[in-house]
């Protein structure tokens, strides 16, 4: 189906590479470009029409990378040919060449920003949505000076390529860090529940952490990064009772429908994104506890949202990345990851289990489809 004519993808051997948009933008060689749950929600057209406004057609897959700096604008400072660089995909203010930026970006929340369909590049949320730049399920890209960084010695291609969906799940958990008492459930121990198990070590918080996972694999996975216990993912209801007792919560019996969860997880970090998911994090958070919601959530229909009302539960959204407070300076959430890494707080490169070149690209998007046939994770295209 994948060069259908009712299929969203194209695959050209003779695609144009994408020109500088102002003297402040640099070229990037792409190196590895991964393959992201968002950009196969695109590809399957399970989207939410709400973000359509917010990219131009047509464009180059892809936001995760690792590449390499092939031409540089006249006003680039600090950035040269052949450095070795990740990108934070972001388009803002500042990339649009917006001279007073919105209050978001002001503020360092740029990933809030109020101009991304304005400025000198199309619309587009970030580099891998718009037409203008390309992006990394491509040869070449292109990026704003401020959104590109060079990697250090100590930080290998692997890890590098992870920076980007580390820096999605290290967000989520600077905004809504967990106490050292508190106990967390991580829901869905792919890319991102593993990024955000590993965020909450690498930063030092001591957090009881408790994953439910769907795979063998992806438990023995958020064990080695610093997971307490992990319950399997099994049909229907009948992984609640384990939960349960993990979480020290009792199941009460309604008269129909599925248990009711007494007490539960401080925190819960929702990293999958189904209605069945979404479901178990409201489910599973105690009276007065915190739900954020990384999992690429869409059109969700039939939740019962009564614990949110019942329990007065906070619901926190977290969306890619930004500025992080880290021990009285501002740092961007790229900077913090690159860091930490950098200081062999985390590695994160035994994550990236399949590559591809570009031209298998149906291998590579069939692989990253069937999480279930194997010890898959991060899935990358080599253009």
């Keep these: ?39 196969l929600n695109l590809i399957f057209l399970n989207d939410s029409p709400a973000t359509s406004p917010y990219s131009s057609f047509p464009f180059t897959i892809g936001h995760e990378l690792l590449g390499e700096i092939t031409e540089v604008g006249s006003d680039v400072q600090n ?18 060449g917006i001279s007073n930026p919105c209050p978001a970006c002001r503020r360092g929340d740029y990933n809030l920003c109020d101009h991304k369909t304005d400025g000198d590049v199309s619309p587009g949320l970030l ?89 063998p694999f992806q438990a023995e996975t958020a064990k080695r ?26 199941l009460l019996k309604p008269l129909f429908g599925s248990p009711v969860v007494q007490s539960g997880a401080d925190v819960v970090f929702e990293c999958v994104g189904k209605k069945k998911s979404m479901e178990d994090a409201l489910r599973f958070a105690r009276n007065g506890g ?40 501002k740092k961007r959430t790229h900077q913090v990851a690159i860091d930490l890494m950098e200081s062999g707080k985390v590695d994160l490169a035994p994550l990236v289990t399949h590559r591809f070149p570009l031209d298998q690209y149906k291998r590579a998007l069939q692989t990253a489809l069937k999480k279930d046939s194997g010890n898959i994770m991060k899935v990358v295209l080599e253009p």
Excluded at 7 to 28: F, H
Excluded at 33 to 39: K, R, T
Excluded at 80 to 94: E, F
Excluded at 299 to 312: A, G, K, P, Q, R
């Design 1 to 39: 189906m994948w060069n259908s004519r009712i299929s969203c993808l194209r695959y050209q051997t003779d695609a144009k590479e994408p020109d500088l948009p102002n003297s402040q933008w640099v070229k990037i060689r792409v190196k590895y470009g991964g393959i992201c749950g968002s950009d």
């Design 79 to 96: 950035l040269n040919t052949g450095d070795r660089v990740v990108v934070d995909p972001l388009l803002s203010c500042k990339m649009r």
């Design 290 to 329: 915190k739900v954020v919601v990384l999992g690429l959530a869409s059109i969700l229909e039939d939740i019962d949202w009564t614990t949110v009302w019942l329990n007065e539960l906070s619901i926190k959204g977290s969306f890619a990345y930004g500025t992080e407070h880290v021990q009285g300076e």
């Design 225 to 250: 990064y610093g997971a307490d216990e992990t319950v399997q993912l099994t049909p229907g209801d009948t992984y609640f009772p384990e939960l349960s007792e993990r979480l020290d919560a009792r």
């Design 127 to 215: 580099i891998g949505a718009c037409r203008d730049t390309g992006g990394s399920w491509g040869e070449y890209l292109v990026a704003h000076q401020y959104q590109v960084f060079s990697l250090p010695a100590k930080v290998d291609d692997l890890n590098g390529l992870m920076v980007e969906p580390f820096s999605c799940a290290l967000h989520s958990v600077m905004q809504n860090r967990p106490r050292d008492e508190d106990t967390v459930l991580v829901i869905g121990a792919g890319v991102i529940g593993i990024c955000v198990i590993a965020a909450i070590r690498a930063l030092g918080i001591a957090s009881r952490i408790v994953v439910l996972a769907k795979h």
